[in-house]
Nanobody, 126 residues
Framework: QMQLVESGGGLVRPGGSLRLSCAAS?????????VGWFRQVPDKEREFVAT????????YYSASVTGRFTISKDNANNMVYLQMDRLEPEDTAVYYC??????????????????WGHGTQVTVSS
């Protein structure tokens, strides 16, 4: 069974940076096509942030984070990261790591991912 654990969330001032980590256990990320990050605020749907194709490394970002966030992976340690720079109050949310056999056309859709972590809170506030 695939298990995902996020870490690295916290409170940061606007303009600051955080690095989120996603650790996989039970199975390897190489068994799936994409590993993605999504975020959610209360009373709103889960929102796509970024995703990376495990084999090949192609990345996709939402328009709201392009140029500020970077997704990366560590094949040897079965880890995925989300480097978040120039954070804004609107980035405040619970951030989730997810994986599954999405295809390119569905890689931005939460429904295309089968396994999810429990999330880590990111709060951007002065």
């Amino acid at each position: 069974q695939m298990q995902l654990v996020e870490s690295g969330g916290g409170l940061v001032r606007p303009g600051g940076s955080l690095r989120l980590s996603c650790a996989a256990s039970g199975r390897s990320f190489r068994m799936y096509t994409f590993v993605g990050w999504f975020r959610q605020v209360p009373d709103k749907e889960r929102e796509f942030v970024a995703t990376i194709r495990w084999h090949g490394g192609t990345t996709y970002y939402s328009a709201s984070v392009t140029g500020r966030f970077t997704i990366s992976k560590d094949n040897a340690n079965n880890m995925v990261y989300l480097q978040m720079d120039r954070l804004e109050p609107e980035d405040t949310a619970v951030y989730y790591c997810a994986t599954g056999n999405a295809i390119t056309s569905t890689a931005r859709m939460a429904s295309a991912y089968n396994y999810w972590g429990h999330g880590t809170q990111v709060t951007v506030s002065s």
